[in-house]
């Protein structure tokens, strides 16, 4: 610095004073510890804020978009002529007969949610320690699917689940011996009927969640032979033995009749490596989208099966977690619209595609 001189109390510089001033600060200010040329992002040259600062922006940067088309939405079937029951652990969720599920899924396709799942709740007199009635043509989830086929065509996508769970009288997914064991290879043959008789009755998107070896390509070389190339199969892949599925297994009606667990079958929730070869079983085995859940405690599994998978992943937020929203909801613990956005949204950033989800209707109204 050449210096300055003095005039009516204030200092003066010259344009070269100002110019050697100038670069004397820019290089206190590089060596300083809070500066650093912005080769790596440090503050104050980044500001994070900056773009998080007003809605626009918000908008203009954000990384994952939620819309209707993401959502699958779960539907309970029941016996009867419009009716409608409630299930109690599930508040705001219900069980209806036919006529009310078509309904629902003309509600569906016009809120632009893209596929509706299905799941029934088979009178007890029709359960069996063989789960025969997962082979009826006329059983309660064929005339659903028929009658939203026939009302709705295209409009909405039905997938089906297959597994023997609500047609069992003993409330497990498969066939058991005299132990109890689930049989693997025995059940998977039923499965295999069960899949055809869905898809008979018009289900486009056979959802296998039984958790078997092998069932899907069983499946899909049943649906191949039998001239339904164009059926498409969602592997439940990495499906935990979970504490989460209680208020479903109360909504089809088979809570109160299982005895023990479902752990020889359902995946341990202590592990992850082994989801990736489960998954990649299933798409080997001829699965088009694969799944994982439960969702939310299981976000770990989706982001490294959207990294290392480049098929169709879901997550299925499942009834224990959509209860779990509800309880907060009520206890004054939470905002409902939220909690079900913010919720949902994981799921995209995790790598989901879509998310299986009892708010559906809900969240697609409020994504307008
Ligand atoms: C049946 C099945 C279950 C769910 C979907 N399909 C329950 C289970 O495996 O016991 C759970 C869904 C939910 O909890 O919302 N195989």
Known sequence: MTGGYQDSGSVQYSALDIHLLRTHLARQLCSAKTWHMPDTPSFPATRLR?????????????????????????????????????????????????????????????LG????????????????????????????MCTAIRAVKDALGDDIGVLTDVALDPYTSHGQDG???????????????????????????????????DMMDGRVGAIRGALENGGHQGV???????????????????????????????????????????AMREIAMDIAEGADSVMVKPGMPYLDIIRSAADRFDVPLFAYQVSGEYAMIEAAVTAG??????LVLETLTAFKRAGCSGVLTYHAAYAARLLG
């Open 50 to 110: 900056r773009t998080r600062s007003a809605p626009w922006s918000r908008d203009l940067v954000r990384e994952t978009q939620l819309s209707p088309h993401d959502l699958i939405w779960p539907l309970f079937i029941t016996s009867g002529r419009d009716a409608e029951e409630p299930v109690a652990s599930l508040p705001g969720v219900s069980r209806w007969s036919v006529d009310n599920i078509v309904r629902r899924a003309r509600e569906a396709a016009e």
């Open 175 to 209: 066939l058991i011996d005299e132990n109890g064991y689930v049989l693997n290879d025995a059940t998977s043959e039923v499965l295999v009927g069960q899949a055809l008789n869905q898809t008979e009755a018009g289900a486009d998107i056979i959802a296998p969640s």
């Open 232 to 274: 498409q199969i969602m592997a439940y892949a990495a499906k935990y033995a979970s504490a989460f599925y209680g208020p479903f297994r109360d909504a089809v009606g088979s809570g109160g009749l299982l005895k023990g667990d479902k752990k020889s079958y359902q995946m341990d929730p202590a592990n992850a490596r082994e």
């Open 333 to 338: 613990a939470g905002d409902r619209d939220a």
């Open 113 to 140: 949610i893209p596929c509706i799942a299905l799941f029934p709740n088979t009178p007890p007199d029709r359960r069996s320690d063989d789960g025969a009635e997962a082979l009826n043509a006329d059983n309660l």
